[in-house]
């Protein structure tokens, strides 16, 4: 029988709302609307704690983190140091998912939409939208890089769009069928002109 027993408790009372957590491992890494908190478990102590405003969804791929959250863009986050190293994208994106080799950020409606809930109604026709990163090229940062290049030029980073094959988000489980998809592929030993696909959900 398989069952969950709790190991420990970590509070931050300063912190303001959890709103996500990720775990590769021995650290766990919170997102709240304030800041990101790396915790590690195993004498339960806070090694970092960054004021990175309110986090939607995050992934922790130490030592870096990525989040989306308010603004129009995610964000790429050395945890040792606390700093931003790279924005991505140029949309709103309402939740991340990753296999561990590539990031799929699902894009959010920002008027329909309230982090994850959207209420649908019979003639709803918005397909939900998903791009891909690598996480390689999230990762590789030169000296004196501008960080928020990609915002304005989103290509300068490797990317792929998808959108989905029904009206609605379905943003946990889009997320998935790429990150599966994916992981079957021999990664980019495919052709990079099919650029758009479409999964059913």
């Given at each position: 029988?398989?069952?969950?027993?709790?190991?420990?408790?970590l509070?931050?009372?300063?912190?303001?709302?959890?709103?996500?957590?990720?775990?590769?491992?021995s650290?766990?890494?919170?997102?709240?609307?304030?800041?990101?908190?790396?915790?590690?478990?195993?004498?339960?102590?806070?090694?970092?704690?960054?004021?990175s405003?309110?986090i939607?969804?995050?992934?922790?791929?130490?030592?870096?983190?990525?989040?989306?959250?308010?603004?129009?863009?995610?964000?790429?986050?050395?945890?040792?140091?606390?700093?931003?190293?790279?924005?991505?994208?140029?949309?709103?994106?309402?939740?991340?998912?990753c296999?561990?080799?590539?990031?799929?950020?699902?894009?959010?409606?920002?008027?329909?939409?309230?982090?994850?809930?959207?209420?649908?109604?019979n003639?709803?026709?918005?397909?939900?939208?998903?791009?891909?990163?690598?996480?390689?090229?999230?990762?590789?940062?030169?000296?004196?890089?501008?960080?928020?290049?990609?915002?304005?030029n989103?290509?300068?980073?490797?990317?792929?769009?998808?959108?989905?094959?029904?009206?609605?988000?379905?943003?946990q489980l889009?997320?998935?069928?790429?990150?599966?998809w994916?992981?079957?592929?021999?990664?980019?030993?495919?052709?990079?002109?099919?650029?758009?696909?479409?999964?059913?959900?």
């Amino acid at each position: 029988t398989e069952y969950m027993e709790a190991v420990c408790r970590l509070s931050d009372l300063t912190s303001g709302v959890l709103t996500h957590l990720d775990c590769d491992g021995s650290p766990v890494l919170a997102g709240t609307s304030r800041y990101l908190i790396l915790w590690r478990v195993e004498d339960q102590q806070c090694i970092r704690k960054i004021h990175s405003g309110f986090i939607n969804s995050l992934i922790l791929h130490f030592p870096y983190g990525f989040t989306v959250g308010a603004g129009p863009s995610g964000g790429v986050w050395n945890l040792l140091t606390g700093e931003m190293i790279r924005s991505f994208g140029d949309r709103y994106y309402s939740h991340l998912g990753c296999n561990g080799r590539f990031l799929s950020a699902m894009e959010s409606e920002r008027n329909l939409m309230l982090r994850d809930v959207v209420y649908l109604n019979n003639t709803y026709t918005h397909r939900g939208h998903v791009t891909v990163f690598d996480i390689q090229d999230l990762c590789d940062i030169t000296p004196d890089e501008d960080i928020f290049a990609a915002n304005s030029n989103p290509d300068l980073l490797w990317n792929k769009n998808f959108s989905l094959s029904k009206p609605g988000f379905a943003a946990q489980l889009s997320t998935e069928v790429v990150s599966l998809w994916f992981r079957r592929m021999q990664f980019r030993q495919w052709s990079l002109e099919d650029s758009y696909l479409i999964f059913s959900v």
